[in-house]
């Protein structure tokens, strides 16, 4: 079964710092998306990306972040300059819409971020 | 915009209880709806979907029906074993297909005991 990969799986930061939270989708998807958890919360979307750009993004997705495909396998995420409520759970997932809604929608194991 | 809400957990049963998770939503248009597992360490699991009104999703013996009606995906299993414990999310995308941007609800952790 292919699976999107991320890492690492856990990083601890200090406020201030730039941190970049690395993704590998499934080979053949075309969609690319970035979710996040605050502990206790509920999962909240932040991007989609689509054909080397971004398809949408939402309110929390400003500008001290940004995504990347820099080599057409990773699918990166980078927040510049972390803040104590960035503190969170980072899900990246891929999609492949040819197989229907929700089929082939994989989700990663996440990456813990904890910003002190 | 979409929402989610989603039942209060944790929930606690003892084994081959009957489960019920609701799950109410609000949204433009026709969404689809999906149930997701997450189990401990591991990342977000499609456990059934229904994209149209009255369809019913089931997986691994668990069922949702989709009623437009009362705005519910409510999730069930006749017989709970302890392997079904996780945290289940409710989520719905809207109908801009390709770009299945989905919205959950804040997700209900199930712990069933021997």
């Known amino acids: 079964e292919p699976e999107v990969t991320q890492t690492p799986s856990h990083q601890v930061t200090q406020m201030g710092q730039e941190v970049i939270l690395r993704c590998v989708p499934i080979s053949n998807h075309l969609y690319f998306y970035w979710y996040r958890q605050i502990l206790g919360q509920k999962v909240e979307f932040l991007v989609s990306?689509?054909?080397?750009?971004?398809?949408?993004k939402s309110e929390i997705f400003d500008d001290q972040f940004s995504v990347e495909r820099p080599d057409g396998s990773n699918f990166t995420l980078k927040i510049r300059s972390t803040k104590l409520e960035d503190s969170a759970m980072y899900f990246c997932a891929s999609n492949n819409p040819d197989r229907g809604l929700g089929y082939g929608y994989t989700f990663g194991s996440g990456t813990r971020l904890t910003v002190v | 915009g979409d929402s989610v809400t989603q039942m209060e957990g944790p929930v606690t049963l003892s084994e081959e209880a009957c489960l019920t998770i609701?799950?109410?939503?609000?949204?433009?248009?026709?969404?689809?709806l999906f149930w997701y597992v997450q189990y401990p360490g591991e990342g977000l699991q499609l456990l059934l979907k229904?994209?149209?009104?009255?369809d019913k999703g089931s997986n691994k013996g668990f069922e949702a029906t989709y009623r437009k009606e009362t705005t519910s995906f409510h999730l069930e299993k006749g017989s709970v074993q302890v392997s079904d414990s996780a945290v289940y999310f409710c989520a719905l995308s809207g109908s801009n297909f390709g770009n299945e941007k989905l919205t959950f609800g804040t997700g209900t952790r199930l712990t069933i005991i021997p």
């Open positions: 609701n799950c109410t939503y609000t949204a433009t248009g026709y969404p689809s």
């Open positions: 990306f689509y054909n080397n750009e971004i398809s949408e």
């Open positions: 229904a994209t149209k009104a009255d």
